[in-house]
């Protein structure tokens, strides 16, 4: 592919791929705490069959989460994942700086 033929944007792959932000900023919250998930499975050594003892899903289920299919499972329920895995999680409002502007939704990972 000629270096020409590359289309560089920034933000989110959602984002790219989704016309509808708020399924653009659902997904990439969901990436992010999935990717926390994958973090701790790896640094813990189990086995996905083991992750989904903890995290109350079956295998398959886990296989397609962490390899990104994850549009049908509720951030819901993604979050109580991490709490299956010994992590708080907590869900903060603040205002937005923009009045009359949409807000935004985000993931911080804390220590």
């Not at 919250?29 to 926390?36: I, S």
């Not at 813990?44 to 989904?52: N, V």
């Not at 907590?90 to 205002?95: E, G, N, T, Y």
Request: glycine share 10%; proline share 2%; hydrophobic share 40%.
């Amino acid at each position: 592919m000629p270096k020409d033929d590359i289309q560089v944007t920034e933000g989110s792959v959602y984002q790219v791929i989704h016309d509808d932000l708020k399924i653009a900023a659902d997904m990439t919250a969901k990436a992010d705490l999935v990717r926390e998930i994958i973090a701790i499975k790896d640094s813990r050594k189990l086995t996905q069959s083991q992750l989904g003892a903890l995290i109350g899903m079956n295998q398959a289920d886990v296989s397609r989460m962490l390899r990104g299919n994850f549009r049908n499972i509720a951030i819901g329920k993604i979050m109580e994942c991490l709490t299956g895995l010994n992590r708080d999680v907590r869900i903060v409002i603040d205002r937005h700086p923009v009045e009359g502007e949409a807000g935004t939704i985000g993931v911080m990972v804390g220590g």
